[in-house]
């Protein structure tokens, strides 16, 4: 069906003057996920409201927090990359390189438009983290956030060996977009106080629906495991020997799990979770340049137990006071994704003041790792000007 021409490009001059329909402007304004690099029509979507949503075979979802709301934008095909885009785009580029990660992410994007949108979502968000006067990014977080969901839907329903590192890529950015989002409200539409803990299982959710991708990725490379769970311990391995011998606090919380948990099952999965909290702050610690993103921050809430998530949706108290070991997992990655910066001291906050006195004397070891950390990310950001 032909439309009529507009104001804007593609247009034919001769037909604008006589008001004539024109065939340059035959193009559907429905998205593809062939289609260019584009903002839904007439949407301009605001965070901490209700949005587009859909689940995975496996159950966990990937959710948009975001609602549709009239806006005077362009229809998709007139606009392929507005120059408000552009700074997004600039923005992104100019951390990759600060923190020595390449441009694949940005590069699979041009071939796969929804991971475009998924970078340049959680990029309008970083730069608002940086001029929150600028409440306009987060309508375009929102919108790329829309459109990324609207565009991977067919390939999650097909995920084959052309699209599946693109998925797994889209997968990824959406949950540091889950994770971003609570701690940038829109100052006009925030309807609710947020609870960190709330916020956290819900990035959680998301998260988890990365491991249906990756599954699916494994069968396509014919993996016959999964390379990053790492292997199951008992207590006399080497390994968790050194874990206990290196980190104090590790056989405490051991003791405590045996102590509070009367249930088989719920001690296994939270031994399980706490394991691997510390293993992979070893892995951090000890050979930074193996995983020097955030992957195994990430992969923690993808392996942990459902008994487990189970567990801190019910607030059982020792399920929290993990979690609040956790914080120390992301702060050692708050150098490769900004919201790390934010989010673990909050979250301990958060946690503290659910357990209630009882248990503080158990949160002085992560308190005191994150706020050492922070203390050495401020000294050496001041290293220019002052000698720590």
């Known amino acids: 069906m032909l439309v ?20 340059l ?17 007439n949407a301009s979507p605001a965070f901490g409201q209700e949005g587009l949503s859909f689940r995975t075979w496996h159950g966990e979802g990937f959710k948009s927090s975001c ?11 007139l606009q392929p990359l507005p120059i408000a885009d552009l700074e997004l785009l600039y923005k992104q580029m100019r951390h990759n390189q600060a923190i020595g990660r390449d441009g694949d992410d940005i590069q699979i994007g041009f071939a796969f438009p929804y991971v475009l949108h998924s970078i340049l979502s959680l990029s309008a968000l970083q730069l608002f983290s940086e001029q929150p006067s600028r409440t306009e990014l987060l309508d375009r ?22 699209n599946v590192e693109a998925v797994v890529k889209f997968s990824a950015i959406t949950s540091v977009v889950a994770l971003a989002q609570p701690l940038y409200q829109h100052p006009y539409r925030v309807s609710r106080r947020n609870d960190p803990i709330d916020d956290m299982l819900i990035s959680f959710h998301m998260t988890r629906g990365i491991r249906t991708v990756l ?13 990053d769970a790492g292997p199951a311990l008992d207590d006399e391995d080497p390994w968790q020997q050194d874990l206990m011998s290196r980190y104090p606090p590790y056989p405490v919380l051991r003791d405590l799990i045996n102590i509070h948990c009367t249930i088989k099952q719920d001690i296994l999965v939270c031994l399980d979770a706490t394991r691997k909290i510390f293993s992979f702050i070893t892995l951090l610690e000890e050979y930074p340049n193996l995983h020097p993103d955030a992957r195994l921050v990430q992969i923690w809430p993808i392996e942990i137990k459902k008994r487990f998530l189970d567990m ?8 929290l006071l993990i979690l609040g070991y956790y914080s120390v997992l992301m702060r050692l990655r708050s150098d490769t994704i900004w919201p790390f910066h934010e989010w673990p001291s909050k979250l301990l906050q958060r946690v503290e003041e659910v357990l209630g006195h009882e248990w503080l004397e158990y949160l002085e070891w992560p308190k005191s790792r994150v706020l050492d950390l922070i203390d050495e990310e401020e000294c050496v950001s001041k290293t220019s000007v002052l000698s720590c």
């Open 4 to 23: 009529q021409c507009d104001e804007q490009q593609p247009t034919c001059g001769l037909c604008k003057k006589i008001k004539k329909m024109c065939s």
């Open 25 to 41: 402007a035959e193009k559907s304004t429905t998205s593809k996920p062939s289609d260019g690099f584009t903002l839904p029509n």
């Open 67 to 77: 609602v549709s709301i009239p806006a005077p934008l362009s229809p998709p095909h």
């Open 141 to 162: 977080a929102c919108a790329h956030q829309n459109s990324a969901l609207a565009l991977v839907r067919p390939h999650l329903l097909d995920i084959n060996k052309c």
């Open 215 to 227: 599954e699916r990725q494994w069968q396509i490379e014919q993996v016959e495991f999964d390379p």
């Open 312 to 319: 801190l949706i019910a607030r059982k108290p020792i399920a």
